[in-house]
Structures are given as C-alpha cells and as structure tokens.
Nanobody, 129 residues
C-alpha cells in the first residue's frame, strides 16, 4: 500500500506559477510510474504528466505544451509538478497517482486512470483571469 499526499495547490492569477508536491509516506517511488492527473468540474479526469522509474518523463502535450514540468527527488521521495504560465482552463483538482512497474503491461509510462494503483486526495488549483 502506498499513501500519497499532495500539496501546493491554491489560487493564482493567469500567467502565474505553482509547484505541486506529491509525497509517499510509506514507500519509495523507485519502482513506480508517478503521474499527475487533473479533473475540472463536469469533466473526466485527464492525464497531465508522468515520471517513470527509468527517469524519463511524458506529458500531455495538447494541454500543457511546455508549460508544466514533472520531476522527482528520490532523497525526499517526492514528485513535483512545476506549473508555469497558468491559464484559467488549468483550473481543476490535481491528483497524484502511482502505478506499479510492470503491472499494466510493458510500457514505461502509464497515462490511463485505470492503470494507476494508488491515488492521493487531490489538491485544488484555481487560476483567475
């Protein structure tokens, strides 16, 4: 069992930045793909970015297009999502999730909600215009 805790959400003006954090309280991220998803009111949960156990990263380029960056700090057992040039359409609850390596096929990255085994409680990000 992996317990994930997100932090760093809040209210920011358009064009501003936020950094979200996802900490694992009882397990290291070494053998997990860690992803960030977001869900706006009335919409489905959407993949944002993933950090693989290989060290590689993957982004939903359509929605974040170089504005967001995911990174992991192994020493702190934390994964970050740096969000720059925020837009009102980025407003959503952001979720951190962890997928066990190899459980969902041979892919290095997972982008579907059903592929993730553990989820955090979510953190609200609101971008005002």
């Amino acid at each position: 069992q992996v317990q994930l805790v997100e932090s760093g959400g809040g209210l920011v003006q358009a064009g501003g930045s936020l950094r979200l954090s996802c900490a694992a309280s009882n397990r290291t991220f070494g053998d997990y793909c860690v992803g960030w998803f977001r869900q706006a009111p009335g919409k489905e949960r959407e993949f944002v970015a993933a950090s693989s156990w290989t060290g590689g990263t993957l982004y939903n380029t359509d929605s974040v297009k170089g504005r967001f960056a995911i990174s992991r700090d192994a020493a702190k057992n934390t994964v970050y999502l740096q969000m720059n040039s925020l837009k009102p359409e980025d407003t959503a609850v952001y979720y951190c999730a962890a997928a066990i390596r190899g459980r969902h096929g041979d892919s290095t990255y997972y982008t579907e909600v059903v592929e993730y085994d553990y989820w955090g409680q979510g953190t609200q990000v609101t971008v005002s215009s």
